[in-house]
């Protein structure tokens, strides 16, 4: 069985920080990490293999420098990995970025798939479900357990807003994952020893055969328009007096809303 | 296109470096350089002071547009789930009527699944028509049928934007569609309107976990696709007697490889029911531990709210996360919601900073909080709360 896993080198938005002054981001010193989510279905993927002897392949669309996330999931256990970079997809939306995934899929060879639920760069949560499309092959989003899986099934719970579905899809298959599914495994010694001597395979666009109108921003039917600080609308009323006041205003005002 | 820094004009002020979202512009020799992180999203552009980064535009760039002219009217997909139409649909008709409108056209929903007498209940939310297939096949939700037959009536219909809800449905399927119809797609509106001069689709999403906000484009693809989070937009008007056209869709024979084969509702997420409630009191970090929300929740009580929370004391575990309001929790929209001890984190916000009124009770006067908080409180939360539920006993009884 062979399986691959969708990774994104993102920026770690949690210490992005917006300057107050310039209304701009602060990325100064912002570390690239694995995209959080696609940790955990590297994690699903490992543990598949462990049940299966399956083989994993864990492939990313991105700069050369996204060549580090790749050798951390060979630390975590991955067999194979590929680096799908050229300069033509360089500004693509997801549209594109699945095109291109699509096609070094394709010619890498799948049974299952599997991506984080949602990129924390952009929070789309489109690509996954693009890229099977693209393939011609059942999806599930959202799953946050695996119950079953065999040589031509596979049986998961996907989450929905009031709870959950058990879910049933033949193979060849994508799951987009969510973190409940499971915790990362740090990388073993051996694994960062392998990390460390590995040769990263490259992939351009000829060697996936895309073409060229499909990829990158020319592949891309949207467009940012321009990017901006969130505004803060307010329509401030002030409250004055002692603390005691303050309160007392407060409820009058609640009072008038609520009908207390 | 390319972006390029003219070096002689260059003066080395690093302003750009500030204003790019993808790091994309570092310091060589002294000047600005754009290397392959480069999305090309023009923000340095528009703030370079001395106008020396300019775009290039390359051989290859104009896209043939698709014939477009063709595409006219807006549509709502309009999801249900157990047989009932969510309420993200009706916020959907609300936007999509002001979006008809601006086009002058028609709104239409779709509705695969459920009954005829909810299609009945779109025309009443505003729609001039509904496509309605009840076909057994709808019951449960497969990525494959709804994407199959949505691709289908898109092509056969031609409609110029489709909305539908940023809920686990919408966000599964609808990029299958964009896929398959070779179409922009953009997730997670915060605000729709059409560009007076052009007539396309100004698609407003939050980014990088909320810290900056996009304008989406697709010019020259239709139709428009965007999902919408429920509680961002508001309802449209209610209609008890407005008539519009119900059409029956025949599914035909529609692919299906996923089965579900159980369905399983928690108690936990219906009971909090956040994106209900008309009022909410929300605790953070400032709470100091769980006993805090027992204060809060005797708050709650007397003006008939519920208990919402920060992702920092979800993550400390004084509540669950079926209460966590923001980006990575839910995006609320009630009437009055009260924040007690949130800092006011660019996350938190977007998921409440709509909310009719925002009190915000922090010790800290610098909290962000404030910026957004119709009524802003300077204080300890463990005074100011039990002298609220003192005086709302006191004014109740
Ligand atoms: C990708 C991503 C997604 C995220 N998603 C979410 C999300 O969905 N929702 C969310 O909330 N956060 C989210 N966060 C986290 C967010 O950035 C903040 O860390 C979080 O909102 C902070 O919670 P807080 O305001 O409760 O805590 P803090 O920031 O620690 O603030 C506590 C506040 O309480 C005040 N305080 C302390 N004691 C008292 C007292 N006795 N009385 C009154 N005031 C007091 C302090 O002055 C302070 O302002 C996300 C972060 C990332 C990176
Ligand atoms: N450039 C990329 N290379 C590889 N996988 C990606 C890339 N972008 C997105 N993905 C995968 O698609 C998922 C959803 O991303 P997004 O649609 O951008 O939110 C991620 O969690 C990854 O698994």
Redesign the interface.
């Given at each position: 069985m062979n399986i691959v896993v969708c990774i994104k080198q993102v920026?770690d938005?949690?210490e992005?920080?917006?300057?107050p002054e310039?209304n701009?981001?602060?990325?100064e010193g912002?570390p690239s990490i694995i995209n959080p989510y696609d940790t955990h279905a590297v994690e699903a993927a490992l543990q598949i293999k462990d049940k299966t002897g399956a083989k994993v392949t864990v492939i990313t669309m991105g700069?050369?420098q996204a060549e580090d996330a790749l050798r951390e999931t060979i630390a975590m256990g991955a067999d194979d990995v590929r680096l799908i970079s050229d300069?033509a997809f360089?500004?693509a939306?997801?549209?594109a970025t699945?095109y291109a995934l699509y096609k070094a899929i394709d010619k890498i060879g799948f049974d299952i798939i599997l991506c984080g639920k949602q990129a924390?760069?952009?929070?789309?949560?489109?690509?996954?479900?693009?890229v099977?499309?693209?393939l011609n092959?059942?999806?599930?989003?959202?799953v946050r357990k695996v119950e079953d899986v065999s040589d031509k099934s596979i049986?998961v719970q996907?989450?929905?807003?009031?709870?959950?579905?058990?879910?049933?899809?033949?193979l060849p298959?994508l799951l987009t994952v969510v973190k409940e599914i499971n915790i990362p495994r740090l990388p073993s010694l051996k694994g960062k020893m392998a990390a460390k001597k590995a040769v990263i395979t490259k992939m351009d666009i000829n060697a996936i055969g895309a073409e060229v109108?499909n990829v990158g921003?020319?592949g891309?039917?949207?467009?940012?328009?321009?990017?901006?600080?969130?505004d803060?609308?307010?329509?401030?009323?002030v409250?004055s007096g002692t603390?005691?006041e303050?309160?007392?205003a407060?409820?009058k005002?609640?009072?008038v809303?609520?009908c207390? | 296109?390319r972006i390029e820094v003219r070096s002689e004009k260059c003066v080395g002020c690093q302003?750009c470096?500030?204003?790019?979202?993808y790091?994309a512009i570092v310091m060589k020799d002294d000047k600005a350089f754009i290397?392959?992180?480069?999305?090309?999203?023009?923000?340095c552009v528009?703030?370079c002071p001395e106008g020396a980064i300019i775009e290039i535009a390359e051989e290859?760039?104009k896209?043939k547009p698709a014939d477009i002219s063709d595409y006219k009217g807006v549509w709502v997909f309009a999801e249900q789930?157990h047989g009932y139409i969510a309420s993200v649909a009706f916020e959907l008709l609300g936007v999509g009527r002001k979006l008809a409108d601006a086009r002058k056209t028609t709104l239409s929903a779709v509705l695969f699944g459920s009954s005829e007498n909810e299609a009945k209940e779109l025309v009443k939310w505003g729609a001039d028509r509904v496509y309605f297939c009840g076909d057994a096949i709808f019951k449960?939700?497969n990525?494959?049928p709804c994407?199959e037959l949505l691709s289908r009536l898109i092509s056969e219909h031609k409609p110029e934007i489709v909305l539908a809800g940023a809920?686990?449905?919408g966000?599964?399927?609808i990029?299958?569609v964009?896929?398959?119809l070779?179409?922009?797609?953009?997730?997670?509106c915060t605000s729709l309107e059409i560009d007076a001069e052009t007539g396309n689709l100004?698609q407003v999403r939050?980014?990088?976990?909320?810290?900056?906000?996009?304008?989406?484009?697709?010019?020259?693809?239709r139709p428009q696709i965007a999902t919408v989070r429920p509680r961002v937009m508001k309802r449209g008007e209610y209609v008890s007697d407005r008539s519009g056209e119900i059409i029956k869709v025949e599914s035909g024979n529609l692919l299906c490889?996923?089965?579900?084969?159980?369905?399983?509702?928690?108690e936990s997420?219906?009971k909090v029911n956040l994106q209900e409630a008309e009022?909410i009191v929300s605790g953070g970090r400032g709470l100091g531990d769980a006993k805090g929300f027992k204060l809060l929740e005797e708050l709650a009580g007397?003006?008939?709210g519920t208990l919402g929370s920060s992702r920092a004391a979800v993550d400390e575990g004084w509540i669950a996360y079926s209460h966590q309001v923001g980006?990575t929790g839910k995006t609320v929209c009630p009437?009055?919601y009260i924040a007690c001890g949130i800092s006011g984190a660019?996350q938190h916000?977007?998921g409440m900073?709509s909310s009719d009124?925002i009190?915000a009770i922090n010790k800290n006067q610098e909290a962000p909080i404030f910026?957004?908080?119709?009524?802003?409180?300077v204080?300890d939360l463990y005074?100011?709360v039990p002298?609220?539920i003192k005086?709302?006993k006191e004014?109740?009884a």
């Open positions: 920026p938005t949690a992005v920080r917006i300057n310039t701009t981001l602060i990325r912002v700069p050369p300069r360089a500004g939306d997801t549209w699945s924390i760069d952009g929070d789309t949560a489109q690509v996954g479900p693009e099977a499309e693209f092959i059942p999806h599930i989003a959202y049986r996907r989450l929905m807003d009031d709870g959950y579905d058990v879910v049933e899809s033949s298959v109108e921003l020319k891309s039917p949207t467009q940012v328009k321009n990017i901006f600080a969130p803060a609308k307010v329509d401030r009323k409250l603390l005691e303050q309160v007392d407060l409820v005002e609640l009072g809303m609520k207390v | 296109m302003v470096i500030d204003s790019c979202p790091t290397n392959e992180y480069c999305q090309f999203c023009r923000a528009s703030v290859g760039d896209v789930r449960d939700f990525d494959e994407s809920t686990p449905i966000r599964s399927f990029p299958r964009a896929a398959k070779k179409t922009g797609l953009t997730a997670d100004l939050p980014a990088f976990g909320g810290n900056i906000m996009a304008t989406i484009l697709c010019p020259n693809n490889r996923t089965k579900v084969v159980e369905t399983v509702t928690e997420s219906c009022v007397l003006l008939d980006q009437k009055i660019v916000l977007v900073s009124v009190i910026n957004v908080a119709t009524y802003g409180i204080g005074d100011v002298m609220m005086k709302l004014a109740k």
